[in-house]
Protein backbone atom coordinates (compact mmCIF):
# COMPACT_ATOMS: atom_id res chain seq x y z
CA UNK A 1 0.00 0.00 0.00
CA UNK A 2 0.77 3.59 -0.48
CA UNK A 3 -0.82 6.46 1.30
CA UNK A 4 -0.61 9.78 0.14
CA UNK A 5 -2.23 12.95 2.14
CA UNK A 6 -4.71 12.86 5.28
CA UNK A 7 -8.25 12.22 4.97
CA UNK A 8 -9.81 15.71 5.69
CA UNK A 9 -11.87 15.98 2.82
CA UNK A 10 -12.66 12.37 2.26
CA UNK A 11 -10.40 8.87 0.97
CA UNK A 12 -9.87 7.93 -2.90
CA UNK A 13 -8.75 4.16 -3.11
CA UNK A 14 -6.78 4.35 -6.55
CA UNK A 15 -6.21 1.48 -8.38
CA UNK A 16 -3.60 1.10 -11.29
CA UNK A 17 -3.78 0.14 -14.72
CA UNK A 18 -3.40 -3.21 -16.56
CA UNK A 19 0.29 -2.75 -17.35
CA UNK A 20 2.05 -0.61 -14.40
CA UNK A 21 2.05 -0.77 -10.69
CA UNK A 22 1.15 1.76 -8.27
CA UNK A 23 3.96 3.91 -8.48
CA UNK A 24 4.11 4.79 -12.25
CA UNK A 25 4.70 8.20 -12.99
CA UNK A 26 0.45 8.44 -13.89
CA UNK A 27 -0.20 7.60 -10.74
CA UNK A 28 2.01 9.00 -8.80
CA UNK A 29 1.30 12.53 -9.89
CA UNK A 30 -2.45 11.87 -9.61
CA UNK A 31 -2.25 10.65 -6.01
CA UNK A 32 0.07 13.53 -5.08
CA UNK A 33 -2.44 16.22 -6.39
CA UNK A 34 -5.19 14.53 -5.26
CA UNK A 35 -3.53 14.43 -1.62
CA UNK A 36 -2.85 17.69 -2.40
CA UNK A 37 -6.62 19.02 -1.77
CA UNK A 38 -6.62 17.19 1.49
CA UNK A 39 -7.80 13.75 0.46
CA UNK A 40 -6.51 10.97 1.56
CA UNK A 41 -5.16 8.71 -1.78
CA UNK A 42 -5.25 4.97 -0.76
CA UNK A 43 -2.96 3.10 -3.56
CA UNK A 44 -2.66 -0.71 -3.72
CA UNK A 45 -1.70 -3.56 -6.19
CA UNK A 46 -3.80 -6.48 -7.25
CA UNK A 47 -2.77 -9.65 -6.57
CA UNK A 48 -1.27 -10.00 -10.25
CA UNK A 49 0.93 -6.86 -10.42
CA UNK A 50 2.16 -7.98 -6.33
CA UNK A 51 3.56 -11.31 -7.98
CA UNK A 52 5.27 -9.15 -10.25
CA UNK A 53 6.90 -6.46 -7.69
CA UNK A 54 8.02 -9.75 -6.17
CA UNK A 55 9.78 -11.77 -9.19
CA UNK A 56 9.84 -9.33 -11.62
CA UNK A 57 7.90 -11.20 -14.60
CA UNK A 58 5.02 -9.98 -16.01
CA UNK A 59 1.77 -11.36 -15.88
CA UNK A 60 -1.50 -10.79 -17.68
CA UNK A 61 -4.27 -9.23 -14.91
CA UNK A 62 -5.89 -11.59 -12.68
CA UNK A 63 -9.57 -12.64 -14.11
CA UNK A 64 -12.07 -10.05 -13.25
CA UNK A 65 -14.25 -11.83 -10.14
CA UNK A 66 -10.34 -12.27 -8.37
CA UNK A 67 -9.88 -8.28 -9.23
CA UNK A 68 -13.16 -7.83 -7.87
CA UNK A 69 -12.68 -9.40 -4.96
CA UNK A 70 -9.52 -7.85 -3.94
CA UNK A 71 -11.47 -4.53 -4.93
CA UNK A 72 -14.33 -5.26 -2.73
CA UNK A 73 -11.87 -6.23 0.48
CA UNK A 74 -10.00 -2.97 0.31
CA UNK A 75 -13.26 -1.09 0.56
CA UNK A 76 -14.04 -3.00 3.69
CA UNK A 77 -10.91 -2.20 5.17
CA UNK A 78 -10.50 1.54 4.53
CA UNK A 79 -14.67 2.50 4.34
CA UNK A 80 -15.09 4.07 7.80
CA UNK A 81 -18.32 6.24 8.97
CA UNK A 82 -18.61 9.41 8.80
CA UNK A 83 -15.56 9.83 5.77
CA UNK A 84 -16.30 9.68 2.43
CA UNK A 85 -14.86 7.08 0.35
CA UNK A 86 -14.11 7.02 -3.58
CA UNK A 87 -13.15 4.65 -5.82
CA UNK A 88 -11.02 5.67 -8.80
CA UNK A 89 -8.63 3.83 -11.44
CA UNK A 90 -7.22 4.45 -14.41
CA UNK A 91 -7.86 2.34 -17.23
CA UNK A 92 -8.55 -1.16 -15.72
CA UNK A 93 -8.43 -0.11 -12.19
CA UNK A 94 -11.13 2.87 -12.97
CA UNK A 95 -13.40 -0.10 -14.77
CA UNK A 96 -13.15 -2.13 -11.69
CA UNK A 97 -13.84 0.41 -9.47
CA UNK A 98 -17.57 1.53 -11.77
CA UNK A 99 -17.93 -2.06 -11.39
CA UNK A 100 -18.08 -1.78 -7.57
CA UNK A 101 -20.21 2.11 -7.39
CA UNK A 102 -23.13 0.25 -5.83
CA UNK A 103 -21.40 -0.66 -2.79
CA UNK A 104 -23.17 1.20 0.28
CA UNK A 105 -19.59 2.35 1.52
CA UNK A 106 -19.10 4.37 -1.78
CA UNK A 107 -20.00 7.80 -2.78
CA UNK A 108 -18.57 7.82 -6.41
CA UNK A 109 -16.17 7.21 -8.81
CA UNK A 110 -13.32 8.68 -11.02
CA UNK A 111 -11.76 7.09 -14.11
CA UNK A 112 -8.63 8.20 -15.47
CA UNK A 113 -9.04 6.72 -19.29
CA UNK A 114 -11.46 4.15 -18.94
CA UNK A 115 -11.38 0.83 -21.46
CA UNK A 116 -14.28 1.61 -23.39
CA UNK A 117 -13.79 -1.52 -25.51
CA UNK A 118 -10.20 -3.66 -26.22
CA UNK A 119 -8.19 -1.92 -28.92
CA UNK A 120 -10.09 -3.44 -32.51
CA UNK A 121 -12.95 -4.80 -30.55
CA UNK A 122 -15.18 -1.67 -30.90
CA UNK A 123 -18.45 -4.32 -31.79
CA UNK A 124 -18.18 -4.87 -27.62
CA UNK A 125 -17.91 -2.16 -25.81
CA UNK A 126 -17.48 -2.80 -22.00
CA UNK A 127 -20.77 -0.97 -20.91
CA UNK A 128 -23.59 -2.54 -19.53
CA UNK A 129 -22.69 -1.55 -16.07
CA UNK A 130 -22.73 1.44 -17.41
CA UNK A 131 -26.16 1.78 -18.47
CA UNK A 132 -27.24 1.35 -14.80
CA UNK A 133 -25.28 3.09 -12.42
CA UNK A 134 -26.80 5.53 -10.38
CA UNK A 135 -23.91 7.12 -8.13
CA UNK A 136 -21.62 9.90 -9.83
CA UNK A 137 -19.00 8.16 -12.38
CA UNK A 138 -16.70 10.70 -13.69
CA UNK A 139 -14.77 9.74 -16.89
CA UNK A 140 -12.05 11.50 -18.01
CA UNK A 141 -11.19 10.56 -21.61
CA UNK A 142 -8.40 11.41 -24.29
CA UNK A 143 -10.01 12.53 -27.64
CA UNK A 144 -7.58 10.04 -29.24
CA UNK A 145 -7.86 7.44 -26.85
CA UNK A 146 -8.07 3.95 -28.98
CA UNK A 147 -10.05 2.68 -26.42
CA UNK A 148 -12.68 5.10 -26.53
CA UNK A 149 -13.17 7.46 -28.79
CA UNK A 150 -15.33 10.75 -28.85
CA UNK A 151 -17.68 9.15 -31.98
CA UNK A 152 -18.49 5.70 -30.28
CA UNK A 153 -18.63 6.88 -26.80
CA UNK A 154 -21.20 9.42 -27.10
CA UNK A 155 -23.46 7.03 -28.52
CA UNK A 156 -23.45 5.17 -25.76
CA UNK A 157 -26.53 5.37 -23.33
CA UNK A 158 -24.49 5.69 -20.38
CA UNK A 159 -27.14 6.21 -17.48
CA UNK A 160 -27.28 10.09 -16.38
CA UNK A 161 -24.97 9.66 -13.13
CA UNK A 162 -22.05 9.20 -16.10
CA UNK A 163 -20.16 12.23 -16.59
CA UNK A 164 -17.52 12.40 -19.53
CA UNK A 165 -14.77 14.89 -19.31
CA UNK A 166 -13.17 15.16 -22.99
CA UNK A 167 -9.87 16.19 -22.73
CA UNK A 168 -8.37 17.53 -26.19
CA UNK A 169 -6.09 15.27 -28.17
CA UNK A 170 -5.10 13.60 -25.27
CA UNK A 171 -4.39 9.62 -25.93
CA UNK A 172 -5.08 6.88 -23.18
CA UNK A 173 -2.91 8.21 -20.58
CA UNK A 174 -4.64 11.53 -21.50
CA UNK A 175 -1.36 12.41 -23.07
CA UNK A 176 -1.94 14.98 -26.27
CA UNK A 177 0.40 15.20 -28.98
CA UNK A 178 3.02 18.19 -28.94
CA UNK A 179 1.49 20.11 -32.14
CA UNK A 180 -1.98 20.17 -29.76
CA UNK A 181 -0.33 22.77 -27.73
CA UNK A 182 -1.00 21.30 -24.62
CA UNK A 183 0.87 19.36 -22.19
CA UNK A 184 -0.42 16.11 -20.60
CA UNK A 185 0.25 17.63 -16.97
CA UNK A 186 -2.38 20.50 -17.84
CA UNK A 187 -4.84 17.85 -18.41
CA UNK A 188 -4.00 16.09 -15.35
CA UNK A 189 -4.46 19.29 -13.41
CA UNK A 190 -8.12 19.44 -15.04
CA UNK A 191 -8.59 16.04 -13.92
CA UNK A 192 -7.37 16.32 -10.66
CA UNK A 193 -9.81 19.45 -10.24
CA UNK A 194 -12.62 17.73 -11.38
CA UNK A 195 -11.98 15.59 -9.08
CA UNK A 196 -11.53 17.78 -6.46
CA UNK A 197 -14.28 19.79 -7.05
CA UNK A 198 -16.68 17.00 -6.66
CA UNK A 199 -15.16 15.52 -3.29
CA UNK A 200 -15.58 19.34 -2.28
CA UNK A 201 -19.19 19.44 -3.34
CA UNK A 202 -20.13 16.17 -1.90
CA UNK A 203 -18.73 17.35 1.40
CA UNK A 204 -20.51 20.15 1.46
CA UNK A 205 -24.13 18.27 0.50
CA UNK A 206 -24.14 19.40 -2.73
CA UNK A 207 -24.44 17.71 -5.79
CA UNK A 208 -22.12 18.37 -8.55
Same mark, same amino acid.
Given at each position: MLIDGCAEKGRVLLA #??????MDSPFMNHMAAAIAAGGVEVV????PYMQKRRLDGKKRPPDRQPKLL?????? +??????????????????????ATMLAAHPAVAGC????????????????? +?????????PIHIFQGTR??????ALVDSYPLADA??? #?? *??????? *??PRKMSGITQDEHLADAVESTLKTI????????L
Open positions: #HGAGAPRFEFEYFSAL +IEQYSEAGQPLWLAGKSMGGRMFVYGYPFYAPGKQDAPR +IEHLQHVVKDSMGKPVTL #HW *LEDGDHD *LKNAYQRGTA
